[in-house]
């Protein structure tokens, strides 16, 4: 025990112990009389209490003193009576008044009449009908009655100065009508610190404290003629309390993109984008996807009244697409034999999901090439803890001679386990635009349930063909805010986009699987 209470002692910085020594001396000493004994500054004083009263040396008690005072409107009022009452005084004789003589008739200044007006109204004391100003009962009874906030008023003309502990009730009534009222009193709040030991205080002194002169900081001179070696030293306690700190860093959201397309660009991929408002023949018709077809409303589209229309890509494309969706066009299936209407092609859309990006990128490329983006995609979801009517979607194609259905089960395996996900499964699906068609899910332990994040497939001759593409293709459109979700373990979505400071100060730095 005694050798903890060496070693707190030790460890006190000498503002500390100067402290402490006052204490001993005066146990009701106030701050600034230790301020003014030891040389220290005020502040130095505070801030040496603050640290022993961590360290539960001692207790800090606040003492707040609150006092009142008249402002000039205040002090005009006290002498010649609250607006309110010199009306009063008027309608004593005459019981009503024109609301326009007021002014002459009471003697009040031009900004006292709307205050006037306003507390004979709520003191009921006066009724004001069609510009007229007439007399209560209730006025009348005030009349020899002077009201607790004007009583308090004629103190405060003598006194200067309330403090409100040295007021009787009816006073206190009064001073809070007129803290009601604007601009009439002025509080100050005086703010006393005293100190306390606790018995571990009363301990430390005790066993006594010598003040030394300690090196804080040491001098080139001090270290180059040995002086150091003699110097004496405070302890550093590595206990003592620090502040938090919350660097900057960068959205968890935004993170796991910048990871994404890191995994990309390393497995040799080409970034691409588009726009967010597509015409619905690059969203859609360009995919495959049947005008007539429900598939359009599958995914619960955004259509955008301005711009209604988007224009189209050049024609023969427009032409080679229409076919392959009436006939099968060049390719050697039926299509879906109906009419095309380049109208609904035209409509303007809010990208329901990546995969228009891939058809774009395929008609202006040639293969082979790898290619991949990232982006925002609109759908008309009901929020709830796992939808949003936005998110993101990683978006992939592969084209070229010999690939196959084997490699997008590879890079899809790849993609999963450098970003962490070892356990990811496959199953048969259906888009109109991909044949073989695959979801995919990864196996979250935490929850010990697969959970699905994507689709994925070898786009279909009917899309591959109309783009000039000769060679199979594989592609992939995959979520994100759900890898997130179980990168960051949250369980409603809405976490992503509600920046919670809180959450986001908290969120480890290094929360994420590094890239080799
Ligand atoms: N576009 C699909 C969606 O948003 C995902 C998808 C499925 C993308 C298969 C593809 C694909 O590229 O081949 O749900």
Same mark, same amino acid.
Request: aromatic share 10%.
């Given at each position: 025990?005694?050798?903890?209470?060496?070693?707190?002692?030790?460890?006190?910085?000498?503002?500390?112990?100067?402290?402490?020594?006052?204490?001993?001396?005066?146990?009701?000493?106030?701050? $600034?009389?230790?301020?003014?004994?030891?040389?220290?500054?005020?502040?130095?004083?505070?801030?040496?209490?603050?640290?022993?009263?961590?360290?539960?040396?001692?207790?800090?008690?606040?003492?707040?003193?609150?006092?009142?005072?008249?402002?000039?409107?205040?002090?005009?009022?006290?002498?010649?009576?609250?607006?309110?009452?010199?009306?009063?005084?008027?309608?004593?004789?005459?019981?009503?008044?024109?609301?326009?003589?007021?002014?002459?008739?009471?003697?009040?200044?031009?900004?006292?009449?709307?205050?006037?007006?306003?507390?004979?109204?709520?003191?009921?004391?006066?009724?004001?009908?069609?510009?007229?100003?007439?007399?209560?009962?209730?006025?009348?009874?005030?009349?020899?009655?002077?009201?607790?906030?004007?009583?308090?008023?004629?103190?405060?003309?003598?006194?200067?100065?309330?403090?409100?502990? +040295?007021?009787?009730? @009816?006073?206190?009534?009064?001073?809070?009508?007129?803290?009601?009222?604007?601009?009439?009193?002025?509080?100050?709040?005086?703010?006393?610190?005293?100190? %306390?030991?606790?018995?571990?205080?009363?301990?430390?002194?005790?066993?006594?404290?010598?003040? %030394?002169?300690?090196?804080?900081?040491?001098?080139?001179?001090?270290?180059?003629?040995?002086?150091?070696?003699?110097?004496?030293?405070?302890?550093?306690?590595?206990?003592?309390?620090?502040?938090?700190?919350?660097?900057?860093?960068?959205?968890?959201?935004?993170?796991?993109?910048?990871?994404?397309?890191?995994?990309?660009?390393?497995?040799?991929?080409?970034?691409?984008?588009?726009?967010?408002?597509?015409?619905?023949?690059? @969203?859609?018709?360009?995919?495959?996807?049947?005008?007539?077809?429900?598939?359009?409303?599958?995914?619960?589209?955004?259509?955008?009244?301005?711009?209604?229309?988007?224009?189209?890509? $050049?024609?023969?494309?427009?032409?080679?697409?229409?076919?392959?969706?009436? $006939?099968?066009?060049?390719?050697?299936?039926?299509?879906?034999?109906?009419?095309?209407?380049?109208?609904?092609?035209?409509?303007?859309?809010?990208?329901?999901?990546?995969?228009?990006?891939?058809?774009?990128?395929?008609?202006?490329?040639?293969?082979?090439?790898?290619?991949?983006?990232?982006?925002?995609?609109?759908?008309?979801?009901?929020?709830?803890?796992?939808?949003?009517?936005?998110?993101?979607?990683?978006?992939?194609?592969?084209?070229?001679?010999?690939?196959?259905?084997?490699?997008?089960?590879?890079?899809?395996?790849?993609?999963?386990?450098?970003?962490?996900?070892?356990?990811?499964?496959?199953?048969?699906?259906?888009?109109?635009?991909?044949?073989?068609?695959?979801?995919?899910?990864?196996?979250?332990?935490?929850?010990?349930?697969?959970? +699905?994040?994507?689709?994925?497939?070898?786009?279909?001759?009917?899309?591959?063909?109309?783009?000039?593409?000769?060679?199979?293709?594989?592609?992939?459109?995959?979520?994100?805010?759900?890898?997130?979700?179980?990168?960051?373990?949250?369980?409603?979505?809405?976490?992503?986009?509600?920046?919670?400071?809180?959450?986001?100060?908290?969120?480890?730095? $290094?929360?994420?699987?590094?890239?080799?």
């Amino acid at each position: 025990m005694s050798d903890d209470i060496t070693k707190i002692i030790n460890e006190l910085h000498i503002y500390e112990k100067k402290l402490l020594k006052e204490l001993e001396k005066d146990e009701n000493i106030t701050p $600034d009389k230790i301020a003014e004994n030891t040389g220290m500054d005020i502040k130095s004083v505070m801030s040496a209490a603050g640290s022993l009263a961590s360290k539960d040396i001692i207790i800090m008690e606040k003492d707040v003193e609150e006092h009142f005072q008249l402002t000039s409107d205040g002090a005009l009022f006290a002498d010649e009576g609250l607006p309110e009452r010199r009306v009063i005084n008027v309608l004593k004789e005459k019981k009503q008044i024109p609301m326009k003589d007021l002014m002459g008739a009471a003697g009040l200044q031009k900004f006292e009449v709307n205050i006037a007006m306003g507390w004979l109204v709520r003191k009921n004391w006066a009724k004001i009908d069609k510009g007229v100003i007439s007399i209560t009962e209730k006025g009348e009874n005030a009349f020899n009655n002077l009201g607790s906030d004007e009583e308090l008023l004629s103190i405060l003309k003598i006194k200067h100065i309330i403090n409100p502990f +040295e007021l009787p009730n @009816n006073l206190l009534k009064g001073l809070n009508e007129l803290k009601n009222r604007k601009n009439l009193l002025k509080d100050t709040k005086k703010v006393d610190h005293s100190f %306390k030991l606790t018995p571990l205080g009363s301990k430390i002194l005790e066993t006594g404290i010598t003040i %030394k002169e300690q090196a804080t900081q040491l001098t080139h001179e001090q270290l180059e003629s040995g002086e150091y070696e003699k110097l004496s030293y405070r302890p550093y306690d590595i206990n003592a309390e620090s502040p938090n700190i919350f660097p900057g860093k960068m959205h968890p959201l935004r993170k796991i993109i910048e990871e994404i397309r890191d995994i990309f660009l390393n497995m040799g991929f080409t970034e691409s984008d588009g726009d967010i408002l597509n015409s619905a023949f690059w @969203n859609f018709d360009s995919l495959f996807q049947p005008q007539d077809h429900a598939a359009r409303e599958m995914q619960d589209t955004f259509y955008v009244k301005n711009p209604a229309r988007v224009d189209l890509p $050049d024609e023969e494309l427009v032409e080679r697409v229409a076919r392959t969706h009436e $006939d099968g066009g060049e390719t050697s299936s039926e299509g879906w034999g109906y009419k095309w209407d380049v109208e609904v092609a035209k409509q303007s859309v809010l990208r329901t999901h990546t995969t228009g990006i891939s058809t774009k990128y395929l008609e202006s490329h040639e293969p082979p090439f790898k290619m991949f983006s990232v982006g925002r995609v609109f759908r008309r979801e009901t929020i709830n803890y796992k939808h949003l009517p936005e998110f993101h979607q990683v978006e992939g194609v592969v084209a070229g001679e010999n690939i196959n259905f084997q490699n997008l089960l590879g890079i899809l395996r790849e993609f999963y386990k450098k970003l962490g996900f070892t356990q990811v499964r496959f199953r048969p699906a259906y888009f109109p635009y991909t044949y073989l068609s695959i979801e995919t899910e990864v196996f979250f332990e935490e929850k010990d349930s697969w959970i +699905e994040l994507g689709g994925a497939g070898m786009f279909r001759p009917e899309v591959l063909k109309p783009l000039g593409i000769d060679t199979p293709a594989l592609a992939f459109g995959l979520g994100i805010e759900r890898l997130a979700m179980l990168r960051y373990d949250i369980n409603d979505i809405r976490m992503l986009y509600k920046s919670d400071i809180k959450w986001l100060r908290e969120l480890p730095l $290094d929360k994420g699987i590094k890239l080799d």
